[in-house]
């Protein structure tokens, strides 16, 4: 009875040590990659990189509104948890291709009564059986180890896909922050341009009734303050709707959430890029298209294997009797052992077919990832020369609007004094009015900048977050 288990494991140790990985070994392709990037140039931004708080990306805003907000963000969001669940199939997945490494033992029990319809009929009888069987393919070829490495390989794609969730998310919610403050502030200009609009219309209308001005300056003062009170209207929808994306974003329902008003801020801080050569691993997107690739490479070795011939181990062990008592006595147990060696001899060019597809899949992984780190290069560029026009143009803006309110009071002035007509004053507050809300825009417009900057350049994200095949498992 020992022998055909003896058999059994010295042919396993042999199946073994003899095993081997067919199909091209990974390399990452090389891409090219600048020394540095052409935007940044001689440009230095205006703060020093000193003032940087090195928490979590959004604590360099140093607003504990948006930190709040953040940290919400892994708790509720829908997309995150979707994501999360994507990772965890995965994880299935390899878990699955594991135990393919291993036999498969089952225990069957059966009792029947047997007899015949003959003539004579024969007595009826009882037959009991009870056996184990256990079946293994060792992976010869490396082909169960190629699909663990591709499964693996796409796990961990899936847990980068979950960190670019996560960044596409607070970045999202970081640029509706900006812009919900800017309409904010957007408010308070409004409100106190209505202010001033309206003593405005109170001096044309006391003109008026002096006889010193006509009635088409009072409709103008009139017409001009209805407009900006239109306007104000529309920035507190565009306010409502922003408060709305944050609470989705947050996974709130909007009607549950409120977010109290605020000026946006004026100190647009440094962000740091660092090479361009670490943008490979600071990129959750970058890291799943090379995760995709020894994926696809993996996929070209189990399709290699298939012309190589499948040994399939067997072998069972049990016991039959016509008595219950007697099922498990020396005298009543049988067992069978016997390998099975398995060849495709024609199959019209199929495995040929699965090979070129399977490099094909791997040609396109390859051509997947460039192009990703070539559109990271293009983002990181793109908001750089943002951040440093914008600068410039920000304090262009600055001196703008000083002068403009300094022309405003001018004009008013000359009108009180019967020197210059209204319309003189109206192109005055109008100006002054386009130059404040420019520079709004443009502060507004930095910030933003700044969040697609960090975004681009990974949010702090490194590929050694990434779990190892040894951390990806069902119950992980």
């Known amino acids: 009875m020992k022998r055909p288990f003896k058999l059994i494991a010295s042919l396993c140790v042999t199946v073994l040590l003899s095993a081997c990985e067919v199909g091209p070994d990974y390399e990452r392709p090389p891409v090219d990659v600048p020394k540095v990037y052409k935007e940044q140039g001689d440009w230095k931004p205006a703060l020093p990189q000193d003032d940087i708080n090195r928490g979590p990306w959004w604590a360099v805003y140093k607003d504990p509104a948006l930190d709040d907000l953040e940290k919400q963000i892994d708790i509720s969001n829908q997309n995150l948890k979707a994501a999360e669940a994507a990772f965890r199939n995965a994880s299935a997945v390899v878990a699955e291709s594991r135990a393919a490494l291993f036999p498969t033992i089952s225990l069957d029990a059966t009792g029947q009564k047997t007899g015949s319809t003959g003539h004579p009929p024969a007595k009826p009888h009882n037959l009991y059986n009870a056996a184990g069987q256990a079946s293994w393919v060792p992976d010869i070829w490396g082909s169960i180890r190629r699909t663990i490495e591709s499964d693996v390989a796409n796990a961990q794609a899936s847990a980068a896909d979950i960190a670019s969730a996560r960044l596409s998310a607070q970045a999202e919610l ?5 812009d919900l403050r800017a309409q ?4 308070g200009l409004l409100d106190a ?3 001033e609009l309206k003593h405005s219309l109170q001096i044309t209308q006391n003109q008026y009734d002096s006889g010193v001005a006509d009635q088409a300056d009072v409709l103008l003062a009139q017409t001009q303050l209805e407009g900006v009170e239109a306007q104000y209207i529309n920035a507190g929808v565009q306010r409502a709707q922003l408060e709305h994306a944050i609470a989705i974003l947050i996974g709130k329902s909007p009607a ?18 660092d090479l361009p050569s670490t943008l490979l691993e600071r990129r959750p997107d970058i890291a799943a298209a090379e995760r995709q690739m020894v994926s696809a490479n993996a996929q070209i070795g189990v399709e290699t294997a298939a012309f190589f011939p499948n040994l399939t181990l067997s072998a069972s062990y049990g016991y039959t009797a016509t008595a219950l008592s007697k099922l498990f006595q020396a005298s009543n147990s049988l067992w069978a052992f016997g390998p099975a060696v398995g060849e495709t001899i024609f199959d019209a060019g199929a495995r040929e077919a699965r090979v070129e ?15 990703t780190v070539l559109t990271g290069f293009q983002q990181v560029e793109d908001q750089l020369a943002a951040l440093r026009i914008l600068e410039k143009q920000s304090v262009m803006n600055e001196t703008v609007v000083k002068d403009a309110q300094r022309s405003q009071e001018l004009v008013l002035n000359q009108y009180k004094a019967g020197i210059v007509p209204y319309t003189s004053v109206i192109t005055a507050q109008t100006t002054a009015l386009t130059d404040e809300q420019t520079e709004l825009t443009t502060r507004e417009d930095r910030f933003n900048a700044s969040v697609s900057l960090i975004e681009a350049v990974g949010g702090g994200w490194n590929a050694t977050q990434l779990p190892t095949s040894d951390k990806i498992d069902i119950g992980n």
């Open 193 to 195: 341009t209505v202010v």
């Open 256 to 273: 549950d959430f409120t977010l109290a008003a605020a000026p946006l801020a004026y100190d647009v801080p440094v962000i740091p890029t």
């Open 357 to 371: 597809e399977a490099r094909a899949s791997y040609d396109q992984a390859v051509a997947n990832y460039r192009q």
């Open 174 to 178: 970081a640029t509706d922050y900006f």
């Open 184 to 187: 904010d502030e957007l408010l």
